[in-house]
């Protein structure tokens, strides 16, 4: 093989966080928050407080308000959504929070099933993978809070009495689910998966640390890791799903799809793909990652590629499903995101910059290779999964009173800051390519 | 009278030297027909200078064809020549007919990309293989040159091969017919010899 001149023992990086890339980091969370504040300006002075109602009556109510959730369908509308403009910043967290939450933990899945998948190509970026797992604690702690603050806001399930055939507002549906939904359960899923995959991070993160520092050249390590992405992998494959039913599905608690599981995965997941893809032209542009090539982003690009085509399969079947099959409460659904002047216009768009976009942009092997391409694509699909988020979430828990505005912009920049932030502080712990990796020649080799 | 082509087999048991070689008799001017190897070679393609195929502009093209094809005959069927409701759907209800669209999109463009394929290689049947050595399937790298195709002498190239690594130079020459593969000679051939394994099979 016509190798590649490097010299692999003098391969190893120290990446530093700092200067332009901290400031320009901060300076996404600042414009996150003036946004975000004015957002809140807005919302609090353009009212969505319903006048008419008492101050008093709202102290003691808005604990148990029905906050404009399904509800409304099962009494025939007969109370017009209550709403608060705190609401919709509680939605915004809980938004955020799940979108990021999802994108370090399939950033790190992307890490675990290289091991699993035996690949060599993408060892040299193994550590830009690694390090999103850094945001999944914080992520989790925002989950949490959220949960404990406004939970009657976003799930409507947690509602007191919704179970109990004697109460005003019983619902039969969600009565039959209670043995699922129900909050100390719910909190005790949350609370294991983050501390399992926070749990698998560390592990993972120790034994790629332990082999740098081992120079016997030895495969240890990488069997070990291989062990251990296999249980990761396996846990995953559970957690994932139950989490996408948790804190997306059941949000719309009278509706279900079979196939969630996959879809918020291949949403999170191209999101990743998109972000790692980001991280290696910013460490590139920097001077890091010298031995990587336009071969490695190549293989970055189809996998964005796929995985925008894989969305759009299972967004479409999940479409094809229901619009053929037109049960009602099924329908529902989809009704309520297309036949909204609100929601309709932003149900397009994600077609467009999830689909349409990358799928053309990114088909002739060219436009893989070049950088600015990957990066105008990676930019538009991480922008249109964020979209695609926020309309799996607000149409369900503020109804007519969502949208997409300055809240919900500004605080993805804060969370978006946050998590890069955590990102590149943890990549600048310990060496930006992984040493004494059995297949790190391959890498270097590469060849597409 | 059968003209003859003539061509200089250079065989090669490493790929980095042959990579190398490749490298060092275009850089002297050398015009390389083709290089086989029995397995893939990485930055081989880069070496000798080969440009991106149109393959993939084709595919693209019969995708489009696919996606036209299967809409209009969608269309025609559900919306004119049989009109049927589904689903309490229009007639012509669009996400109905994604899927097939699909289908016939990736039907369109694989055919069609084979068929490119098959035109672009001039892979026909009974098309008679050109083998310049045996080996080449087995644990050899083999160069062949198209002596009329270049100014170097048959000399100097032969030196230039072996300064770079060449384990054997071999001369190698097929008949015109036997380069075309015309199909008719060789149905005419079958009719007048029979099917032999020698019919098929390259003297050297």
Redesign the interface.
Known sequence: MAHVDVDLKNIQEQFTFGGKLKKNVLLIGGIGVVLFVLGTIFLMMGGGHDDHHAAVEHATEVASAHSGDAHGDAHGGEHHAEYHWWQRIIVDFWLNGVFFTGVALLGFFFFALQYVANSGWPVLIKRVMLNFRHFIPVGGIVLLLTFLVGSHTIFHWTHDGIADPNSSHYDAIIAGKVDFLNTPFFLFRLVLFICVWTFFGFVLNKITKAEDADMSGTTKYFRKAQRISVAFLIFFGISESVTSWDWVMSIDTHWYSTLFGWYLLAGWLVTAVAFMSLFVIILQEMGYLKAVNENHLHDLGKFLFGFSIFWSYLWFSQFLLIYYANIPEETIYFVDRLRSATYAPLFFTILITNFIFPFFVLMTRDAKRKTMMMKIVAVVVIFGHFLEYAILIIPGTLKENGGFGLTEIGSGMIFLSIFLYLYFSGLSKGGLIPQNHPMLEESVNHHT | MEKNTNYLVGVFGD??IM?KAVKALRKKGVNIYEVFTPYP???LED?LGYK?SWM?KAA?GFGALGTTCAILLQSWIMGFEWPMI????GFIAI??F??ITFELTVLFSAFGMAGSFFVSQDLKPHKVPQIFDRRQSDDKHIMAIDLANNKLSEEEIKALLSESGAEEVNNKSFTEKEKKGNFFDYVADLFTNGVTDSARELKG
Request: glycine share 12%; net charge negative.
């Open positions: 790929e980095d990579i070679v990485h930055f070496a991106r993939p693209f589904i689903g309490g759907k996400p109905d994604v899927p």
